[in-house]
C-alpha cells in the first residue's frame, strides 16, 4: 500500500469517529417519540384535547412525574382497558378526593293501613213473659240462668261467668240461698274445689277450676223456687212432667233406662257445650221427671 493511500484510509476513519461522536453529543442516545403501551395491552385513552384525563381514586396507576435524560419532566399516561374510551362530555371526579360521592337517592315507602273489623254476636235471652202477677222470675235454658227482679230488670248469667255475677243475680231475684256449702272438695265434681248454693229447688254449682279463680258451671232443678217464684225452662221442661209429655216434646227425644231401672234423657238438637240433661223415675209413659241440669261440672246420673 502506497504512503498516500494510508493517508486517505486514516482520515476517512478519523471522520467516522468525528461524526460519532457529534451524534452523542446532541443526543443520539435518547429514544425516538413514540406511544407508550401497557404490558397488558391497553389503549391509552384521551381527552378531546389529545391530553390523558385525570385519574380517579383508587383504580388509575401512579402520576409521579419521571424525568428523562434529556433532563425533561414527563407524566406517563392513563391506560385503560381495550374498546373504551371516555365520552367527550364526561365530568371527571377529582383525583384528590378519595371516593367520589355516591348518587342521592330517594326512596318512597307506601304505606297501607288495614282495619280488621270483628263483629261480635251477644246473645240475648229475655225472661219469660209470666203475667203482672211476679216480676221475678227465673228462665233456664242451655248454658244459660236468666233472672228478673222485682225491678224488672233481667240478668243473664251464662255457664263460665264471674261467680259472683251469677250468685248476686240469683239473690237479686230468690233472696238468700236456703243452703251454701262454700269451698269444698267435691268427689262428684271434676274442680279443685266447688260451691254448691241452693235457693229451694235451684242449685248453682260454682267451681274453682283454676286457683282463685270461681266460675258458674252448672245448674241443676230439683224442685221449686223459693217464695213460689215463676220458673220456666226451655221446651217446657219441668220437674214433675210425665215421660209421656216429655215424648211429646220431640219426636227425637229418647228416654235410657238405667241399672237401677231410673231413666235419663238429653234435648235432642242441642249443640251447646251445656246441653240439657235430665233424670227421670223411670223409662215408662206414667214415670215422671225428677231433676233438669245443664253444665257438666257435677255428676248428676
Known sequence: MTR?????????????????????????????????????????????????PPTTAGSAPSSTPTTSEAGVSTTPPTTASVG???????????????????????????????????????????????????????FLKEGFATFGTDDAETIIVEVGDDADDALNAAIATLGQPTSDTGLVEDDDCSSIRVRRVRFGGLE??????????????????????????????????????????????????????????????????DTSNSPVWGRTTGAESSDTVEAIWSGSECRRL
Open 4 to 52: 498516500q493511500r494510508r493517508f486517505t484510509l486514516i482520515g476517512v476513519l478519523a471522520l467516522s469517529v468525528l461524526l460519532t461522536g457529534t451524534w452523542v453529543l446532541v443526543g443520539g442516545n435518547s429514544a425516538p417519540d413514540r406511544e407508550v403501551v401497557a404490558a397488558s395491552n391497553d389503549v391509552i385513552a384521551t381527552s378531546s384535547e389529545g391530553t390523558a
Open 84 to 138: 373504551f374510551g371516555f365520552p367527550e362530555d364526561m365530568v371527571f371526579p377529582d383525583a384528590e378526593s378519595d371516593t367520589a360521592e355516591p348518587p342521592t337517592t330517594t326512596s318512597t315507602t307506601s304505606s297501607t293501613s288495614s282495619t280488621s273489623s270483628t263483629t261480635s254476636t251477644t246473645t240475648t235471652i229475655l225472661a219469660p213473659d209470666i203475667g203482672t202477677d211476679f216480676k221475678r222470675s227465673v
Open 204 to 269: 248453682l254449682v260454682l267451681a274453682e277450676q283454676v286457683e282463685d279463680v270461681i266460675t258458674f258451671e252448672q245448674w241443676f232443678l230439683d224442685g221449686d223456687l223459693p217464695a213460689g217464684v215463676p220458673l220456666e225452662i226451655e221446651d217446657g221442661l219441668k220437674p214433675g212432667l210425665a215421660v209421656a209429655d216429655l215424648l211429646a216434646i220431640d219426636v227425637l227425644m229418647v228416654i235410657f233406662r238405667d241399672d237401677d231401672g231410673s231413666g235419663s234423657f238429653k234435648m235432642p238438637g
